[in-house]
């Protein structure tokens, strides 16, 4: 089996054999070299370069912060803050939720760090974002997003 191939599942529900959820928060699993790889939108290099974005801005703010792809439902917050609560250490996470069909995003954090990643910080993350999500470029806004508000939190 090939390892560090990106295996999609739910964000931490029931995970196929052979995957984890790295200490980003990023699915990681394994796969025979035969096999196909599932389609995903991002190439490997825009996922490396969003899981380094994803570590090195947790290490920085001490905020545990995580991205999320995907349906948000009808009220796209509540739909965020059931999915930082399946993550780990919901408490002291933040995620960056993006629907691209609905066009939405909402920026949840948990109650450890709410103080620190509050709604002014949310909101400079996404207005770093939104140029690069206007022009289809989801990683780079993301890691903007993430870049922005790790200098705009406040720190212990």
């Known amino acids: 089996?090939?390892?560090g191939d990106i295996v999609a599942?739910?964000?931490?529900?029931?995970?196929p054999i052979g995957t984890?959820?790295?200490?980003?928060?990023?699915?990681?699993g394994v796969r025979f070299p035969d096999s196909e790889v599932p389609?995903?939108?991002f190439a490997p290099d825009e996922l490396?370069?969003?899981d380094e974005a994803l570590k090195t801005c947790s290490e920085e703010a001490r905020v545990r912060f995580s991205v999320y792809l995907g349906d948000l439902g009808a009220d796209p917050v509540a739909g965020a803050?059931?999915?930082l609560l399946k993550g780990p250490e919901?408490?002291?996470?933040?995620?960056?939720a993006v629907s691209p069909n609905s066009k939405d995003i909402a920026v949840v954090s948990g109650a450890a760090v709410?103080?620190?990643v509050n709604d002014r910080v949310a909101a400079l993350g996404v207005t770093a974002a939104a140029g690069a999500f206007r022009r289809g470029d989801l990683i780079d806004g993301l890691v903007s997003a993430l870049r922005v508000m790790t200098t705009a939190a406040v720190t212990p």
Do not use: K, Q
């Open 39 to 41: 389609g995903f939108p």
């Open 20 to 28: 984890v959820v790295t200490n980003s928060g990023r699915v990681s």
């Open 81 to 83: 803050r059931e999915i």
């Open 9 to 15: 599942a739910s964000p931490v529900g029931d995970l």
């Open 114 to 116: 709410a103080g620190r």
């Open 1 to 3: 089996m090939a390892s």
């Open 90 to 96: 919901p408490a002291h996470g933040t995620l960056i």
């Open 48 to 50: 490396l370069r969003l």
